[in-house]
Nanobody, 117 residues
């Protein structure tokens, strides 16, 4: 299975920005849609943003206009630029193959994002 490693999380004040990175162990990920997910305390994991192999993006309503997903296939890396962060964005953020999360992808440890004043 593809190994995925997330990084870039941390503690940030409301209104601040973070850039998350996800690097895969295999270049084959470039042919699959990729997604960023998050899980807040006491809540189910949700899909925040996704991007197809052709670069078509989709976002959850809660993050539209604030988050931007992108990918660099040459680097086997997917990014999530997070601007205008709000306390409700606090969660553990994961990346995975969208639609093949278990079959071909894997859930790693994620990266913690905490938005607090």
């Amino acid at each position: 299975q593809v190994q995925l490693v997330e990084s870039g999380g941390g503690l940030v004040q409301p209104g601040g920005s973070l850039r998350l990175s996800c690097t895969a162990s295999r270049s084959i990920l470039s042919i699959y849609p990729m997604g960023w997910y998050r899980q807040a305390p006491g809540k189910q994991r949700e899909l925040v943003a996704s991007i197809t192999s052709g670069g078509v993006t989709n976002y959850a309503d809660s993050v539209k206009g604030r988050f931007t997903i992108s990918r660099d296939n040459a680097k086997n890396t997917v990014y999530l630029q997070m601007n205008s962060l709000k306390p409700e964005d606090t969660a553990v953020y994961y990346c995975n193959l969208e639609g093949f999360e278990v079959e071909l992808g894997s859930w790693g440890q994620g990266t913690q994002v905490t938005v607090s004043s």
